[in-house]
């Protein structure tokens, strides 16, 4: 039977379905589906089930801490910097400043970076300096890049605390007393990560599917590896640092990826960081998919570069050798970079052995649509169990588009990441970044970083 | 044939036997009106500030035929030609070289500017007072760029040396003058430079200051930032700096080229009072003169020019600047010459006598100096002149019939209106050149005016003479 005639007849795909489920042995289910059961299920769906229900109640029994620690933060009282780095965001800027005054804890300054805007910039930013809705703003004429930049506000930050966030995102009132919290319950904390949701979710397709995606990567995902101690990436999107440890390490490396680089050089020091998933940051992502390409493209790359040139020597044994920093660096390299061409394999595999026909293939390929589609639900589900107080309407409306998901992640993002480590891998395209001034990226070139 | 004419403070001090033809300063006006002056000689041996003297008394007469005449100083060497320059003179004769060449060449040198002279009608009355009438026509007479001075020794920082004893100094009105005569397109100015002057005195002499943005002080240092391209570290200078050379403190290189490892992305100030740091340091300017302290934006930008006359200039310059105003203000109202006023009286009182059906009024305004808007208002003057009119135009109907004599004292005949009426209408103009006045000129005295029936025995001129003799006194 032709794959045009069962398109006929919806029954008999159903009918087709169920047969080649039955005819399966269970062992056969597994070998035809290894790629989930093997992987995604265990690594993501039930750690991530696992861990959350474990974090929510624990949550729960730490109310007495958190109280304890927001009241030492306020009898505390310390100053907090806010970092602002960026290139041509002049025009964000009055209502992040706007914004900011929204906040719960009020003790902050905010530091604005100019890194060689050739818009007006500096004529918004410097009119906001003149009227003390900023409390520092530095032009570059130069642009260095985005590391440069906030180093350069780190040179001036004076708060114990340093808050880096970006310019076109803006931040929920009580988010800067939360993210400082974890400090108050650990001192070995040395740096905590903000949550980051989507603030446009509704603008196009491509931000619902953002927006299902950063819940549960970054909420959940981060909640997860936080928990079990190998979070390795603080978003500069909003990330807290304690400034005594960013100047001991003398603040950004040069990027793309040092917010993964940062918050790596912090753990090689013995500080534990955290993610803080009540302390909420909306920021806005790309409309269109062909932006979001671009982004991904220039993100993926940073894995290839800083976890398997710069800081391979995480996976080496040596004197600063930690296990978690191993586990840390294998979970995101197998996961990541080893994964995402299991796929091929896989595809390649059935192409060999499996698929008879186009018919199997197509059965095969609703099976694995199920399989994923059921467990981005539950796993979205989880997301909104753990935001709680912080759930929107739009949580909900989301859910429908959860049927899209499948094909977002596992056809759009896959080709891209691919496509990316390659790219990387082969010609080292990240050097030729527009992202970092071409001064900077021959220089790291050359040194090999 | 023209001669130069020695220009002597103490005529029994006369020294140089040369020069025929001699006169004494304070004798200059009584002078004979057919000697031919080719220029005015004045001794600066001695001093050229006495010289200088001499030349501001001459270009301060109110006869044209001796204020406008080219003035030459007499001087030995070139010593004091620096001073010279800011003189105001139009020429120098050295006394070492061939003295009667020299003087030949600044005959004819003169001859373009000597016949303009001698073409002016009434050019020996001494009735020149208009500021603005005396600058035009030293500009046209000279016929060439009048230029200014780059000087410390004027308080405006610049001087047109030719123009400087018109208002004798006070630089705001000559400006002003400047200004009018530009808008009114009588002389075009070619720009040269810009100059900050004070906004209170008008002195060119500013301290431009930086000062800290918080605590005001001027006690600050600033320093440059660098950036190693290779660990994206950013410090102060200061930081890298070991003794001659440049190490990163971040990862231990040495910094070498400048744009190709590293670079100085920006410069940071630091206040040594309170401890702030910033970019943007306060820019504050204090006035060397009058020590008066202002933004730089506060203070006056002006634009400096060389000027030279236009066709319509040199027209005005023979002719006078009369009708100025009378131009503006006729756009909008219709002025009839005294002359034709007149008639109109004429025939108005003539209607009333014959027919004995209706009343109509003969109004007077007396009205401030029009020559001190020109030189309080300067190019503004003209918005000035043009509200003037809006509120004559507002009041008067189409049949009322105005004219103005001196531009100061305005006729107005109201037909068909009543002595109550006409008066009504009289403060109403009244009113608005007051608030005009005071809100422009801040001027708040009285505006004088008189109102009174035409009759058989209305006179116009015995009217004004009483008018004048009540209110000008
Ligand atoms: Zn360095
Ligand atoms: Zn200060
Ligand atoms: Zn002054």
């Known amino acids: 039977m032709s794959v045009n005639s069962l398109i006929l007849s919806v029954d008999g795909y159903f009918y087709y379905l169920f047969d080649f489920i039955n005819s399966l042995t269970f062992l056969e289910f597994l070998i035809y589906f290894w790629p989930f059961f093997l992987l995604d299920l265990t690594r993501y769906l039930l750690l991530d089930a696992l861990v959350i229900f474990l974090y929510i109640p624990r949550k729960i029994l730490m109310r007495g801490k958190m109280y304890k620690a927001r009241i030492t933060l306020y009898k505390e009282m ?22 900011l005054q929204q906040q719960t804890y009020k003790n902050f300054e905010l530091i604005v970076v100019d890194d060689g805007s050739d818009d007006n910039t500096h004529i918004i930013c410097r009119q906001l300096e003149r009227e003390k809705k900023i409390d520092k703003f530095i032009r570059q004429s130069m642009r260095g890049g985005k590391a440069a930049a906030a180093n350069t506000a780190l040179c001036y930050a004076k708060g114990k605390y340093i808050v880096h966030i970006d310019a076109d995102s803006h931040l929920s009132d009580d988010a800067l007393e939360t993210i400082l919290l974890p ?31 950063y819940s549960k990567s970054i909420s959940v995902g981060r909640t997860v590896t936080s928990m079990l ?51 909420i940051c909306y920021t806005n992502t790309p409309e269109k998919f062909s932006q979001l390409a671009k982004q991904r493209f220039r993100w993926d790359r940073s894995l290839v570069r800083f976890r398997l040139r710069k800081h391979s020597d995480l996976l080496q044994p040596s004197k600063s050798f930690r296990l978690s920093n191993f586990i840390t660096s294998l979970d995101n390299i197998f996961y990541n970079f080893i994964l995402n061409f299991k796929w091929w394999i896989y595809f390649l595999l059935l192409l060999i052995f499996g698929a008879d026909d186009s018919l199997d293939l197509l059965l095969i390929f609703s099976i694995n649509y199920f399989f994923y589609f059921l467990s981005n639900l539950l796993e979205y589900t989880i997301a909104c169990l753990l935001y709680g107080k912080s759930l929107r309407r739009e949580n909900y409306f989301l859910f429908f588009y959860i049927l899209f998901v499948p094909f977002y992640t596992g056809i759009f993002l896959r080709t891209v990441r691919t496509y990316a480590y390659t790219m990387e891998l082969l010609f080292k395209a990240s050097y030729y970044d527009k992202w970092n001034p071409w001064k900077v990226s021959k220089v790291a070139h050359r040194e090999n970083l | 044939m023209r001669q130069p004419y020695l220009v002597t403070d103490r005529l029994d001090e006369v020294t140089n036997v040369g020069f025929a033809l001699h006169v004494s300063i ?24 006495q010289a200088q003297h001499c030349l501001n008394i001459i270009r301060q007469q109110l006869i044209p035929n001796i204020y406008l005449r080219p003035i030459v100083f007499l001087s030995l060497n070139h010593e004091s030609d620096a001073e010279i320059k800011l003189s105001g003179c139009d020429a120098v004769l050295y006394q070492n070289k061939e003295i009667d060449t020299q003087i030949a060449t600044l005959i004819s040198k003169f001859e373009n500017t000597n016949q303009w002279i001698d073409k002016l009608p009434n050019r020996h009355q001494d009735s020149e007072t208009n500021q603005i009438l005396r600058t035009l026509r030293l500009i046209v007479s000279r016929n060439h760029e009048i230029a200014p001075v780059i000087t410390a020794h004027s308080v405006s920082g610049f001087i047109y040396p030719l123009l400087e004893t018109v208002t004798q100094g006070n630089d705001s009105s000559f400006f002003n003058i400047l200004d009018f005569l530009e808008t009114q397109k009588l002389i075009i100015g070619n720009f040269i430079s810009h100059c900050h002057l004070c906004c209170q005195c008008h002195c060119a002499f500013l301290n431009f200051k930086e000062i800290c943005p918080q605590c005001q002080s001027e006690d600050i240092n600033s320093e440059e930032l660098i950036h190693h391209f290779k660990c994206a570290h950013v410090a102060k200078k200061s930081a890298f700096q070991q003794k001659d050379s440049l190490y990163c403190p971040k990862c231990d290189r040495e910094l070498k080229h400048i744009g190709v490892d590293y670079d100085k992305p920006s410069v940071i100030n630091h206040c040594n009072r309170c401890a702030a740091d910033f970019q943007e340091a306060e820019i ?76 109509s009024s003969l109004g007077l305004i007396k009205f401030i100096d029009i020559e001190k808007i020109y030189l309080q208002q300067g190019e503004k003057s003209i918005h000035f002149f043009e509200e003037l009119s809006t509120i004559f135009k507002s009041i008067l109907r189409l049949s009322d019939v105005v004219s103005t004599q001196d531009q100061s004292l ?27 006045l005071s809100e422009n000129m801040h001027y708040t005295g009285s505006i004088p005016y008189e109102i009174e029936e035409i009759n058989s025995e209305t006179n116009l001129d015995q009217s004004l003479e009483q008018f004048v003799k009540k209110h000008v006194g």
Not at chain 1, 78 to 99: C, D, M, Q, Y
Not at chain 1, 187 to 206: L, P, Q, Y
Not at chain 2, 28 to 46: M, T
Request: glycine share 8%; hydrophobic share 40%.
């Open chain 1, 78 to 99: 310390p100053l907090v910097t806010f970092l602002v780095p960026g290139k041509n965001e002049g025009k964000h800027i009055p209502r992040l400043a706007e914004s």
């Open chain 1, 183 to 213: 400090f108050y319950l650990d001192e070995k904390i040395g740096a905590v990560g903000g949550d980051v949701r989507v603030a446009n979710t509704f603008a196009s397709m491509a931000t619902r599917m953002q927006a299902i995606e």
């Open chain 1, 229 to 279: 101690g190998i979070l390795r990436i603080i978003s500069g999107a909003h990330g807290a640092f304690r400034r005594d440890i960013l100047q001991r390490i003398h603040g950004w490396d040069v990027g793309p990826g040092l917010d993964g680089d940062i918050t790596l050089k912090i753990r090689k020091l013995g500080y534990k960081v955290v993610h803080e998933p009540d302390a």
């Open chain 2, 26 to 49: 304070d004798k200059i006006h009584e002078l004979d009106r057919s000697a031919q002056v080719g220029f005015w000689l004045i001794e600066a041996n001695v001093s050229v500030q």
């Open chain 2, 284 to 359: 504050i300017t204090e006035c060397f003169n009058c020590h008066n302290s202002a933004a730089p934006e506060d203070q006056i930008n002006r634009k400096i020019k060389a000027y030279r006359a236009t066709a319509i200039g040199a027209n005005a310059a023979m002719f006078g600047l009369d009708n100025l105003f009378t131009k503006i203000i006729s756009s909008k109202v219709k002025f009839f010459t005294e002359a034709q006023f007149k008639q109109f009286l004429e025939i108005e009182i003539e209607r009333i006598k014959r027919y004995q059906l209706s009343t």
């Open chain 2, 410 to 436: 305005f006729m107005i005949i109201l037909t068909e209106t009543s002595k109550e009426n006409s008066l009504k209408a009289m403060k109403r103009i009244i009113e608005g050149l007051s608030v005009l």
